[in-house]
């Protein structure tokens, strides 16, 4: 079993849109959960870190459900930019600093 | 944030040969680098980690006399792909660690083996 799991979509959504992805982490020793995002052909990047309490970032929120091991990224009123592949990262508390990836969801909005 | 580099940002070359690629860290020393490779529409898979003059961590299924890795200083690890072949064709990326739960990521270095 994976230790993350991501529904890969695509996901093709209009401009203006709300769209949500959803991970999944088999370790319930996780205990830091991050949403990259990476663009094509281009490194990932911090989009933000999930905390337990939910946190957001202007049209992102993040969502984290331990008793579920599952972690949420809400995207509203979407824009061409936010098009990329965001991926789901998990840190366990026995592996350091060892980053687990999920496999990326793709994100495309359409003007 | 912090800035890592890495060298050269292509390479294209033929079976057989070996390909070096160079990790920076710009701004800051780095206790810890990883190395990660990305097949097309795939996920980054952890290869290896790499701490600074110690022998690097290789990941199961990662053969260590083929992907060489020398942490050498703070700022600075280096890959080597040993007598590279078309499946190693690939999107390699490192990542440099300050401390627990960062890691600063190079723009990745595309490999093609003809």
């Known amino acids: 079993r994976k230790e993350v799991e991501q529904d890969p979509g695509p996901f093709n959504v209009p401009e203006g849109a709300t769209v949500a992805f959803n991970c999944t982490y088999s370790n319930s020793a996780s205990q830091s959960f991050f949403w990259y995002r990476q663009d094509c052909r281009k490194e990932p990047k911090l989009l933000m870190s999930?905390?337990?309490s939910g946190n957001e970032d202007g049209r992102f929120t993040a969502q984290l459900n331990r008793a579920s091991q599952y972690i949420s990224l809400l995207i509203r009123d979407s824009k061409l930019s936010d098009s990329a592949t965001y991926l789901c990262v998990v840190i366990q508390s026995n592996t350091g600093n060892q980053f687990y990836f999920g496999t990326g969801t793709s994100l495309t909005v359409i003007p | 944030g912090a800035v890592v580099s890495q060298h050269p940002s292509r390479v294209i070359c033929k079976s057989g040969t070996s390909v070096k690629i160079e990790c920076r860290s710009l701004d800051f020393q780095a206790t810890t680098m990883f190395w990660y490779r990305q097949f097309p529409k795939k996920s980054l898979m952890l290869m290896a980690t790499?701490?600074?003059?110690?022998?690097?961590?290789?990941e199961q299924g990662v053969e260590k006399d083929k992907f060489l890795i020398n942490h050498a200083s703070l700022t600075l690890s280096t890959l080597t792909v040993t007598s590279a072949h078309p499946e190693d064709s690939s999107f390699y990326i490192c990542s440099a660690s300050q401390g627990i739960e960062t890691q600063y990521f190079g723009p990745g270095t595309r490999l093609l083996v003809l």
């Open positions: 790499s701490n600074e003059g110690s022998k690097a961590t290789y």
């Open positions: 999930v905390y337990s």
